[in-house]
């Protein structure tokens, strides 16, 4: 919450506090949500965390299992009483896993998509039922594959494409 923004500077006194304050809780949930996170990767071995011996200034790996069953509570006394030191990451090991969570051009990607690019998204989503339902191919008549299909997309609580738009997807290329 900038103190600097209009929107602030119009709240009451009782109202900005309390969005202050749910400002910082959401941010601190953010930073706890995000460490489990990567605590979560490093112990199953996606993510691999390096430290750097004080001593020789030789990057280390951290043991994955020792780490992840860390408390909170060891990991802050070993911050605080022990030697410290950052934990950093391999810049391409990080940049792979990050690509699976976050689009790799940032803002751009999450803007909406083009109504050509929906429609790619969709058309492959309905080829891949069809391939799930039948590997092999359909034999059977246009109207059931459509209505299978059309299943498929309510079973995952998505809208249903017309007929057209899934025997447009379906067509040969």
């Not at 391939?131 to 609580?157: H, T």
């Amino acid at each position: 919450m900038n103190p600097a923004s209009p929107f602030y500077q119009a709240l009451q006194k009782q109202d900005a506090r309390c969005a202050r304050e749910e400002a910082w809780h959401n941010y601190d949930k953010a930073q706890r949500h995000a460490i489990k996170w990567l605590r979560d990767k490093i112990s199953q071995g996606v993510l691999v965390a390096l430290v750097r011996d004080p001593k020789t200034g030789d990057i280390l790996q951290l043991d994955r299992d020792k780490w992840a069953s860390m408390s909170d509570f060891e990991i802050e006394v070993t911050i605080v009483m022990g030697a410290r030191q950052p934990v950093f990451f391999d810049r391409k090991n990080f940049d792979d896993v990050m690509k699976n969570i976050a689009p790799p051009d940032g803002d751009k990607a999450a803007r909406a998509p083009t109504a050509s690019k929906a429609r790619s998204g969709l058309q492959e989503l309905i080829r891949d039922f069809s391939n799930q339902l039948w590997p092999g191919g359909y034999k059977g008549l246009v109207k059931e594959l459509d209505e299978a299909i059309m299943r498929e997309f309510k079973k995952q609580n998505r809208k249903a494409p017309s007929p057209k738009t899934i025997q447009r997807a379906l067509k040969p290329d």
